[in-house]
């Protein structure tokens, strides 16, 4: 039986966590059109619980985040374009909207 793994906080480091968690644990097989993205066998499952209680509560908050290099290094290498296959519609700068961040890593989450 798969392992069920819970993150608590989906602000950017627990989304992040989760991305890193799903894509250890998925293919990426290359089709004509989009990426298809395949759970391996015995993947574990991964639930993201937030304290925020609607879809409303993210993108409304005025947060800049400003970041290291090394920190939009790694941001732009491993999130962007993701498995090397996508194409990265955004490059990280050295300061970033919240907003943006926890948008891209959940869609990035979703799409596991």
């Known amino acids: 039986r798969p392992a069920?793994?819970?993150?608590?906080?989906?602000?950017?480091?627990?989304?992040?966590?989760?991305?890193?968690?799903?894509?250890?644990h998925a293919t990426l097989t290359a089709t004509s059109g989009p990426p298809r993205i395949s759970l391996l066998p015995g993947a574990p499952t991964v639930d993201v619980f937030e304290r925020r209680e609607s879809e409303s509560g993210y993108g409304t908050r005025r947060i800049v985040l400003a970041m290291s290099s090394g920190t939009q290094d790694l941001l732009n290498r491993s999130l962007l374009p993701g498995h090397g296959q996508e194409v990265a519609r955004h490059t990280f700068s050295p300061t970033c909207s919240i907003n943006l961040l926890e948008g891209l890593l959940r869609d990035s989450f979703e799409r596991l």
């Open 4 to 24: 069920r793994i819970a993150v608590l906080g989906a602000g950017p480091v627990g989304l992040w966590t989760a991305v890193l968690i799903a894509r250890e």
